[in-house]
C-alpha cells in the first residue's frame, strides 16, 4: 500500500453510502453521545486487562498513543464510533469468511477500520481505492479487476480475499505481523530499510522510530480500534444499526448482463439498498462476463432471485424483460427473536441454522467473543417467513425493539454523507483528481491511458506542465476524472 496521509480522525469518518461515494474528502461528525462521567468510564488498569484478554496476534501495548486513541474513540467521537460499529454489520460477515479461509487472525479486518473506514467508495489522495485500499498495481496484483463498469477494489467479498492473500504475503516476507501491518500501510520496502536501520532487529516497537510517522501509529492504532470493537459495551458506546436488509445479506452470481434497477424491482429490494450492498457496479448494471460476476442481496430475496437466475442467465438482456414483468416479492417484513440456548449448544450453530453469521449475533447481542452458556438468551432478527430450523426455543417480539437507520436516511443524514455531494443530482458527472505516483520508464501517455476520458493534453494543463519543468520518477501528478453519480 502507498503511505496515505490522513489526521488522526480521518480514518474514523464516517462517510457516504456508495451512492455518493466518489470524492476523496472526509467528513468528521463531531457530535458526542452523552458520556458517564463515572470515574471508571475510563479507568486505564481495567483497559490494560482487557487488553490482555484479547489474545492477539500483535504484540500489544498500551502506549501514550494507543491511550490517545482510545480517548479519541472513546471520549471525543463517541456518536463517530457508534455509526462505525453499526456498520461492520455489513462487512464483517465478508471479512471474517476471507481472513478464515486463509487461516489469518481475524482481527485483521480492522485494517479495513483504519484503511477506510468500512467505505467501500473511499478513495486517498495517493488513489487508493475500496474498502482496503488497494493501489492501482497491487489491486492488478492480486487479481481484481477495475475499470469504467466494475470496480473489484469496493467489493466487500473480492476485496476481502485479495486483502488476505496480500496480508498472508507480507507475513509470510517478514515472520511478524506487526511488521506486516506496518508492510500494509507504508509498503515492504520501507519497512526492510527500517528493519536495517535498527540492526537487523525484527520487531515493529524497535523498528518503529526509523518508519514514517504515520506507520508509526498504525499499530497503536490497530490496537486501539481492536479494543473498542471487542469491549464497546463497557464504555457505553451503541452501534447504529443500518436496515436489516444491508446486514442479513448472502451473495450469489450471475453471468448476463442485468440491470440493478430492473432487478431491485422485480425482488422488492429498495434501488438504494441495491447499490449499497453491490459498491463495485459503477453504472447501475452487472455486465455479462464468462467468469461469474458476485451479486449481494438481501437474504430474504435470495429464493426469488435463484428462481429468477436461470432466465437472467439466458437472456438476451434488453433490460432482462423478464424481472420487470415478473410479480415483485412482499416478503419483506423482519422479525425480532429471543432465543433460549441448550445445553452443549455453539454460537456456530446457532448462526448457521439462522442463516447469519457469528459476527452478526455478537454485534445484536453486544458479546465479544463466541463464548454462550446454557439458559443465555439471544437476541436475533429474520424475515417474517423464513424458515429457521433449529431455533425452536424462541419468541417472536413485535414490533422490533431495534431502531435501524433507513439507507435513504444515512444517505440523507450528515452523520454519514460528504455534505459536497449531498444534492448531486440525478446522472450528475462530478470531477474529481487522484493523486498518480509517476513511476520508473512511466510516461504521461502512460499515465494517461490508465484512465478513462484522460488526455495528455488534460494532464500537462492540469500540473502546469512546462519543458522546464517536466515531472520526474516519483513526483505525484494530479489526474483530474469524472464520476458519474447515478441515483
Not at 462505525?84 to 476471507?98: E, I, K, N, S, V
Not at 425452536?392 to 431502531?403: C, D, F, G, R, Y
Not at 494543463?461 to 505525484?476: A, E, Q, V
Request: aromatic fraction near 10%; glycine fraction near 4%; proline fraction near 5%.
Amino acid at each position: 500500500m502507498k503511505l496515505k496521509i490522513f489526521i488522526v480522525l480521518a480514518v474514523f469518518c464516517i462517510s457516504t453510502l456508495p451512492k455518493l461515494a466518489h470524492t476523496n474528502k472526509t467528513f468528521i461528525n463531531t457530535e458526542a453521545s452523552p458520556l458517564d462521567e463515572d470515574e471508571n468510564e475510563f479507568d486505564e488498569s481495567l483497559i490494560k486487562v482487557r487488553l490482555r484478554k484479547l489474545n492477539s496476534a500483535i504484540d500489544i501495548r498500551y502506549t501514550p498513543e494507543v491511550k490517545k486513541f482510545l480517548q479519541t474513540y472513546v471520549k471525543s467521537y463517541r456518536t463517530t464510533s457508534e455509526h462505525l460499529l453499526g456498520r461492520a454489520t455489513m462487512y464483517f460477515p465478508f471479512f471474517d469468511q476471507a481472513l478464515n479461509k486463509y487461516n489469518l487472525p481475524v482481527e485483521l479486518k480492522m485494517i479495513s477500520v483504519i484503511e477506510s473506514s468500512l467505505n467501500p467508495n473511499a478513495i486517498s489522495p495517493a488513489g487508493a481505492i475500496g474498502l482496503w485500499q488497494f493501489m492501482p498495481g497491487t489491486a492488478r496484483d492480486m487479481g481484481l479487476n477495475f475499470n469504467s463498469v466494475v470496480d473489484e477494489r469496493r467489493d466487500p467479498n473480492k476485496s476481502a480475499e485479495a486483502a488476505a492473500r496480500f496480508l498472508a504475503r507480507l507475513y509470510d516476507q517478514f515472520g511478524d505481523w506487526g511488521l506486516a501491518l506496518a508492510a500494509y500501510n507504508c509498503g515492504p520496502n520501507r519497512v526492510l530499510n527500517a528493519i536495517k536501520s535498527a540492526g537487523g532487529e525484527k520487531d515493529f516497537w524497535t523498528i518503529r522510530k526509523y518508519l514514517p510517522r504515520e506507520t508509526q501509529n498504525y499499530v497503536p492504532k490497530f490496537i486501539a480500534i481492536n479494543y473498542i470493537f471487542n469491549y464497546y459495551t463497557k464504555h457505553k458506546l451503541k452501534p447504529t444499526f443500518p436496515e436489516l436488509d444491508l446486514q442479513i445479506t448472502e451473495i450469489s452470481s450471475l453471468y448476463s448482463k442485468v440491470d440493478l434497477r430492473a432487478l431491485s424491482n422485480r425482488l422488492n429490494v429498495p434501488y438504494e439498498v441495491m447499490k449499497a450492498l453491490n459498491p463495485m457496479y459503477r453504472q447501475g448494471y452487472i455486465p455479462a462476463s464468462e467468469n461469474a460476476m458476485n451479486i449481494i442481496l438481501p437474504l430474504r430475496s435470495m429464493n426469488n432471485f435463484r428462481n429468477t437466475q436461470p432466465a437472467l442467465d439466458k437472456s438476451s438482456h434488453p433490460l432482462n424483460e423478464m424481472i420487470l414483468t415478473s410479480n415483485p416479492s412482499d416478503d419483506s417484513e423482519y422479525v425480532e427473536l429471543v432465543y433460549t440456548v441448550s445445553k452443549g449448544e455453539r454460537l456456530e450453530d446457532i448462526a448457521v441454522n439462522a442463516r447469519v453469521s457469528n459476527s452478526l449475533i455478537k454485534f445484536w447481542n453486544g458479546m465479544s467473543n463466541n463464548s454462550i452458556k446454557e439458559g443465555q438468551t439471544l437476541k436475533l432478527y429474520a424475515f417474517k417467513n423464513q424458515q429457521v430450523g433449529l431455533l425452536t426455543k424462541q419468541t417472536v417480539v413485535q414490533p422490533l425493539s431495534e431502531q435501524f437507520v433507513q439507507v435513504k436516511s444515512m444517505m440523507e443524514d450528515g452523520n454519514f454523507i460528504n455534505t459536497s455531494l449531498a444534492n448531486v443530482s440525478d446522472d450528475e458527472e462530478v470531477v474529481e483528481y487522484i493523486m498518480h505516483r509517476l513511476g520508473e520508464k512511466e510516461s504521461i501517455a502512460d499515465v494517461a491511458d490508465q484512465y478513462n476520458d484522460v488526455t495528455i493534453e488534460n494532464i500537462i494543463d492540469y500540473n502546469k506542465i512546462t519543458k522546464d519543468n517536466l515531472p520526474m520518477p516519483g513526483d505525484m501528478i494530479r489526474v483530474k476524472i469524472k464520476a458519474k453519480i447515478s441515483k
